[in-house]
C-alpha cells in the first residue's frame, strides 16, 4: 500500500514512525534504583546512571530511524504519579491497596490533595526534558499526564471538600496549572508535548463508569468537563509547538484495566479537544474497531494507530498491518494516519513482558514498514 501514490511531506509531528514514550529500565537502571532505595548509594549517583543510560537509549532510538526521541521514562517509577505529585498542592500518598489491573495490582500508592492545585514555576520534569534536548539530534519529546488522571481515578471523594467545596474550581485550577505548564516546557525549548490519558478509553466501560459514580462523580458529565479543562491547558500552545494525546485501557506487567471501542467518546474526543494528534491503543479488539475515526476532522489532526503491541513480545506481521491501516484510511485518509506501539514499554518501572530485543524490532520493523507505505 501506498498514500495514494502521493508523496507527502511530514514537516512536524507526531512522525509517521513513532512511540507512545517510555522503555524498558535497562539493567543499569534497575540496579541504581535497588541500590538508592537501600541507602547505598546518593541521589547524585542515580542522576548519574540515568543521564548515562537515557544517553544511550536515546542513540538506540536515532539509530532505529525514528524522528524524536524520548528519555524512556527512565528517571520515573510511575508514568503520570511522578508528575502530578510534583504539582503544588499534591504529594504520594502510601494507601491500602494498589489499581487493580487484569490479575495483578501496583504498588499502594496515589496522588494525595493537600492544597490548591498550582505550578510554581518549577518541576523537575523541565529539567529532565533539557537533559533530553541537550543530548539528541532528533525531535525531543516530552511526556506527561492528562490533568484528567488528578481526578477520574479517584474522584471526589478523594478530594477534601474543606479545599475544593466546588468541584468546578479544582477542574478550573487544574486546567489553568496545565497551562502554565505548556508555556514552562515550551520557554525550556519543547516543541513536542504528550498528554498520556486512559481516562477517555475508561469512559468507555461500563465497569469503569460504575466505579466512577460510587465514587460521588457524574460520568455523564465528564467529558464536558474534562474536555474544557483540557482546552483550557491548550489554549497556552503556541504555532510552533505540537501536543498529542495517547488513550490506552492501562498497561501494567503486560496487562489492563478496561476494555470498549471510542464510540462513546469520540464526538467529544475528536471533535472538541484542540490536539494536533491522538495515539489510540488499536492492538486488540479491547479498542473496537475503526468506526469512531469517522468522526476526526478532514486535514489538520493525525491519528497515530497503535496496531503494534508494547505488550506481547511476538513480532506484528508487516502485511497484516497494513491491511489495517488500510481499512483505517477508509474513515481517516491515509495522509491522516501514523504508526505505534500501542502503548510504552514500560509505564511503570516493572516493565511488560517482553525482553529489550522484542521492545526494539518492533520500533525497527514500525520505521520500515512506514517506509514502504508512506514512501
Known sequence: MTAEGNVIMQRKPPFRADHVGSFLRTAPIKEARARRDKGEITADQLKAVEDAEIKKIVARQEDCGLKLATDGEFRRSWWHFDFLCALDGVVLKQIESGIQFAGVQTKAERPDIVGRIGFSGSHP???HFRFLAANTRVVPKMTIPSPTLLHFRFGRASI?????????????DLGQTYAKVVKAFYDAGCRYLQFDDTIWAFLCSEKERAQSRQRGDNPDELQDKYAGMINTALAAKPADMTITTHICRGNFRSTWISEGGYEPVAETLFGKLNYDGYFLEYDTERA????????????GKQIVLGLVSSKLGALESKDALKRRIDEASK??????????????????????????????????????LTDEVWR
Open 125 to 127: 520534569m523541565i529539567e
Open 288 to 299: 473496537g474497531g475503526f468506526e469512531p475515526l469517522r468522526f476526526v476532522p478532514r486535514g
Open 160 to 172: 477534601p471538600k474543606t479545599i475544593y467545596p466546588d468541584l468546578d474550581v479544582f477542574f478550573d
Open 331 to 368: 474513515y481517516v485518509a491515509v495522509d491522516q494516519l501514523c504508526l505505534s506501539p500501542q502503548c510504552g514499554f514500560a509505564s511503570t518501572e516493572e516493565g511488560n513482558v517482553l525482553s529489550e530485543d522484542e521492545q526494539w524490532a518492533k520500533l525497527a520493523m514500525i520505521v520500515e
